[in-house]
């Protein structure tokens, strides 16, 4: 059962993906700040949760009531566009599921050196080794390719480097053959996971695009919306929780935490569900 005197976070990062903390470090932090119910979400990877269970298997460490929930965030493509989908209570042990994460890092890397090409003719070589150093797997994500260009001086900031250079339409950035969010729901699925559309409002489109989405989704078998997310604004959540009532959708909660220095995205907080909202808590 929830403890209801904690937090519920169901979208969070490690340094098994782009996030800042260790899966150890982001346990630590989630016990001290009275998160109730914590799903590790990193990108297109379950390596995370794999040592954070082994950490907490080989130490003392006490979790108490916290619930952790497996999970991942799968990057994938809708109408042209990249589109996030949360994977939550996902059976990491499911092969066909680790398969298709190993040939989601597989794009990564063949991107990773397509960004690099780009940045060598910007005039910024040699960037791919700095970046990934930084990287797990040594793969870079975009994320390690902004703190790369830091790093030598070329941008003054993560922000400004995604800006200049890697955001979509930017000079570095390349389009990856992610998979059709179709795709991503039926992996989620087929692990025993609920399969949730990260962030909605952070995908830039009108009221009309992002319902065609949300229906899309909601015919090939996704089950949730990420209605109360830390970045959201109030507009935004009440026309998520309308568009998860109107198709029959559960709600999720997550911050998207990354680590301490996106200052303005803090562990275990975001706005709350609206009551009409039914929680993905009674799917998990
Ligand atoms: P990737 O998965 O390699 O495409 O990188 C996407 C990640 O980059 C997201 O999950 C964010 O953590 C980060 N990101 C995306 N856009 C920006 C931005 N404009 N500024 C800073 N970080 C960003
Ligand atoms: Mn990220
Ligand atoms: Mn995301
Ligand atoms: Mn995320």
């Given at each position: 059962m929830l403890n209801q005197t904690g937090s519920v976070d169901l979208h969070t990062h490690t340094t098994a993906s782009d996030g800042e903390l260790t899966p150890p470090e982001l346990l630590a932090k989630a016990l001290a700040e009275n998160v109730a119910v914590l799903a590790v979400t990193d990108h297109d990877t379950t390596a995370g949760i794999t040592e954070l269970r082994a950490h907490i298997e080989s130490t003392s460490v006490d979790v108490g009531h916290l619930r952790l929930i497996p999970g991942v965030e799968v990057s994938a493509s809708w109408n042209n566009m990249d589109v996030h989908i949360v994977g939550l209570g996902i059976e990491i042990g499911d092969l066909r599921l680790q398969a298709r994460l190993q040939e989601q890092m597989e794009r990564r890397a063949r991107r990773a050196e397509a960004i690099a090409q780009r940045l060598e003719k910007l005039g910024y070589p040699n960037i791919l080794a700095v970046a990934a150093n930084k990287a797990p797997q040594g793969i870079p994500s975009r994320p390690h390719f902004a703190e790369a260009l830091v790093s030598v001086g070329a941008c003054e900031d993560r922000k400004q480097a995604f800006h200049r250079f890697l955001a979509q339409a930017k000079p570095a950035y390349v389009k990856t053959d992610w998979p059709d969010v179709c795709d991503a729901v039926r992996w989620i699925r087929e692990a025993k996971g609920v399969a949730v559309i990260a962030h909605p409002g952070r995908y830039k489109l009108t009221r009309s695009k992002l319902e065609r989405l949300v229906c899309y989704f909601r015919d090939v078998g996704g089950q949730a919306l990420e209605v109360a997310v830390a970045t959201h604004g109030p507009d935004v959540i009440q026309q998520l929780a309308g568009l998860a009532l109107k198709y029959d959708l559960y709600a999720s909660q997550g911050s998207d935490y990354h680590g301490?220095?996106?200052?303005w995205v803090q562990l275990g907080k975001m706005p709350p569900l609206p009551s009409r909202c039914q929680s993905i808590l009674d799917l998990l």
């Open positions: 301490p220095s996106m200052r």
